[in-house]
């Protein structure tokens, strides 16, 4: 993502690729608090559109375009690959802010087709993370309780919300970023999903 | 906020504000999602806990109240006292997120618990905007109808949520910052409160 922002707009690829991120994040929570969804892809090249006038970059539909396929070629952390193998005993599913179609495609191109029995996006109901709204896609889909589902993410605000709706909630920090201030907690915090073995063996997780 | 933040963290108090400033937006959004109402003034105070642990400062809960003291003294911009009294023939309002004693601590060190009929907090409803719940509380207590109600927001996404709500919605935009992508769009953008009185005056809100 920053790679190809930074030949784009050399110097500026780095405050680039954060701002689209933060506000690319920022977008889904009003969009859902005004209730007017519109689905990932387009939210993102919202915040796009919005990171480059910011910034003063003339950033035409023909670069948003390259810019946005990066995200349906995201690139898995190394210790993904390994650590879902490992848990290939359990139901492993998908619950994401991304749009069905950038859904697949990250998957695809992750080569993870066969490791998820579910991909779920919050596009069925129309709002976003951490409504628990979303949380509640995946007690119906998985068809478990809430204490049967393990809930993973690196985003601590979406385990703030996973633990609030009545997940076991784990944080993947993967580089020691300092936890939010949300008045929830995760179960327990990681630092890569080899670790998820052992917590999820314990508690019995299906 | 920024002065007692510097000379508390000498070199750090700009990015101090910042930071406390994104969390605690972030948080009212993110709590408004989760259903995990917390008040402004809480809020503010763990975005600042935050910012602080992100940035390495040891913020004591002493710091933290000397910092949180100056949301009771807020200082008004210098166009605001002679915008608000040229509108003193409409009546004035405000809806805002902070709590209830927050909100009358700001107005009376600024000298304006005379200039405004109704102060709104969204406490009354527990939730924070741009929830169209919190827009609705305007309308109940001012006892008038959404077309009748100018709102005037110098956050985008405050008047992004005014205007999706249904309110004729104003920025005031006295930074020159870029408008957000949010699908919706101001009535009117302005750069002083000056401007409102013949904005008003036309529209015959009252």
């Known amino acids: ?9 050399p110097g500026q ?12 994040l920022e977008y889904t929570w009003l969009r859902a608090l005004m ?36 995200y349906l070629h995201l690139q898995t952390y190394p210790d993904v690959t390994v650590g879902l193998e490992a848990l290939l005993g359990q139901r492993l599913a998908i619950l994401s802010n991304g749009s069905p179609r950038m859904l ?24 976003y993370k951490p ?14 309780e809430k204490s049967e589902i393990g809930f993973v993410s690196s985003n601590y605000w979406d385990v703030a919300g996973a633990a609030a709706f009545g997940f076991p909630a784990f944080w993947l920090n ?21 670790e998820l073995t052992d917590l999820f063996g314990r508690r019995g997780a299906r």
Chains 1, 2 share one sequence.
């Not at 993502?1 to 707009?9: H, L, S, T, W, Y």
């Not at 690829?13 to 690319?24: A, D, F, N, P, V």
């Not at 990932?40 to 670069?63: D, M």
């Not at 949380?135 to 119906?140: C, I, R, S, T, W």
Request: hydrophobic share 40%; glycine share 6%; charged share 25%.
């Open 1 to 9: 993502m920053q790679g190809k922002a930074e030949r784009m707009f």
């Open 13 to 24: 690829g780095e405050t680039l690729s954060r701002l689209w991120r933060s506000r690319q």
């Open 35 to 70: 209730n007017q969804y519109a689905d990932f892809w387009q939210v993102t090249r919202e915040a796009l559109i919005y990171a480059c006038r910011s910034l003063g970059l003339g950033c035409e539909v023909t670069h948003q375009d390259e810019l946005m396929q990066e």
């Open 104 to 127: 697949e495609a990250v998957v695809e191109h992750a080569g993870l087709t066969r490791t998820f029995a579910t991909l779920m996006s919050v596009d069925t109901v129309r709002t």
């Open 131 to 144: 409504s628990p709204t979303v949380y509640q896609l995946a007690v119906e889909a998985l068809e478990l």
């Open 174 to 194: 993967r580089t020691k970023a300092p936890p939010d201030e949300l008045g929830t907690a995760p179960e327990a915090t990681i630092t890569g999903l080899r």
